[in-house]
């Protein structure tokens, strides 16, 4: 699906290649934070702080939690 023409894209493209890397690398790491505050949100209340690392990160990289974390039932 796409839901941008062409116009606006080229639009956008041009403005990150405009931009220093270090800003372009700041935009990521806020996209990350901003996702990990999402699922964060999402997780029950009281979970242990190993349980919150374990399903963050299960969350945001899948099968590697298991091999970081071990399986879990």
Known sequence: MK???AEIEALVRSRYQEM???ER???GVQMFE???AIVLA???PGLSPEETRHR???RLYGDL???VFG???
């Open 65 to 67: 939690a298991d091999r």
């Open 34 to 36: 901003t996702s990990r």
């Open 42 to 44: 999402s997780f029950p």
């Open 3 to 5: 839901d941008t023409t």
């Open 56 to 58: 963050l990160c299960q």
């Open 71 to 73: 399986r879990r039932g």
């Open 20 to 22: 220093r890397p270090v």
């Open 25 to 27: 690398f700041l935009i």
